[in-house]
């Protein structure tokens, strides 16, 4: 994304503390979400993590907030660091968990040129499954600075050993996607201790973006999440 003017630089400097990235950014018209007062969003800003870059001051914030034991950390942390950005910039802000669901997997194809992998999750080039989205920031106007970015080309169509589909224990990863249910009848059993322990072992088998890895108490704290 190019980078005039200040206000695109300045939310960037806004996230950094977090650990969180201005990922993309589009233009919506009619199909904008709803931000009250009769508007629809004209712009949104996608703000997420490359692999571990935000877990630190996330694990921070939950041993040092009074809210850090309640339920959903990840998505009050998320919530507490990125409400007073979208405030101090007149923004609305979206979050992935919250209903109704925002299409932030649309949004971040129109926005990054991302594709699905066969796990259902987008992957990125650089990143490849190791990312994710923490908010989007609307606004009303279209914003000067903001436009989609060509990330590069879609990594799976380069693989040709596709370990990700046949590494699932559940045969839960298959051509056509994610299967949720048999994914999480193996987690409930004994045998799905690996995935719990080791992260989800089909993503973990992607040689895509494998620097970007999340750490070990990250992929577990994913997969207690996943299990519930
Ligand atoms: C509900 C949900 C799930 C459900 C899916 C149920 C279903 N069949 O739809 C379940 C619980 C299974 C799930 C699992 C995971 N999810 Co999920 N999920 C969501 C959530 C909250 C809403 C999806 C939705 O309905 N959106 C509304 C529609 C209108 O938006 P959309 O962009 O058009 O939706 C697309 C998705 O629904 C997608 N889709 C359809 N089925 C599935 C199934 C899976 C597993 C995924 C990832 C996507 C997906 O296709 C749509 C067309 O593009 C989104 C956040 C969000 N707001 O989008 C995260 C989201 C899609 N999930 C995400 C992730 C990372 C995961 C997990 C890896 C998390 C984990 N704990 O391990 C797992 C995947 C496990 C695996 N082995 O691959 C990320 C994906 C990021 C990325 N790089 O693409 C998102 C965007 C959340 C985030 N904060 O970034 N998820
Ligand atoms: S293993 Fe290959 S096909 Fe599977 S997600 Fe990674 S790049 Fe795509
Ligand atoms: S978490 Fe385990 S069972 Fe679920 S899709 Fe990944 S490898 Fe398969």
């Known amino acids: 994304m190019s980078g005039p003017p200040s206000l695109i630089d300045d939310i960037r400097a806004a996230l950094s503390p977090h650990g969180l990235f201005l990922r993309g950014s589009l233009h919506l018209d009619s199909d904008g979400p709803d931000i009250g007062s009769d508007q629809r969003a004209r712009t949104i800003l996608l703000i997420g993590h490359e692999g571990s870059s935000h877990w630190s001051a996330f694990r ?68 490849g499954l190791w990312h994710g989205y923490r908010a989007a920031l609307a606004f009303a106007d279209p914003l ?62 992607c040689p895509v973006g494998a620097e970007y890895r999340y750490t070990h108490d990250q992929l577990r704290f994913h997969m207690a999440a996943l299990k519930r």
């Open 60 to 127: 921070h914030w939950q041993a040092t907030s009074p809210d850090g034991d309640l339920p959903d950390p990840l998505d009050r942390w998320s919530k507490a660091a990125l409400t007073p950005i979208a405030q101090q910039f007149d923004a609305t802000a979206f979050f992935p968990s919250d209903p109704p669901f925002q299409p932030f997997q649309q949004w971040a194809m129109r926005a990054e040129g991302l594709k699905a992998s066969p796990l259902g999750i987008l992957i990125h080039p650089r990143l």
């Open 144 to 205: 000067d600075g903001a436009g989609a970015v060509e990330v590069g080309p879609f990594p799976c169509d380069a693989c040709q050993d596709k370990p990700c589909l046949r590494t699932c224990p559940a045969s839960a990863i298959l051509p056509e996607g994610f299967q949720y249910q048999p994914c999480r009848s193996h987690l409930a059993r004994a045998e799905g201790v690996a995935c719990l322990e080791q992260g989800c072992l089909a993503r973990n088998a």
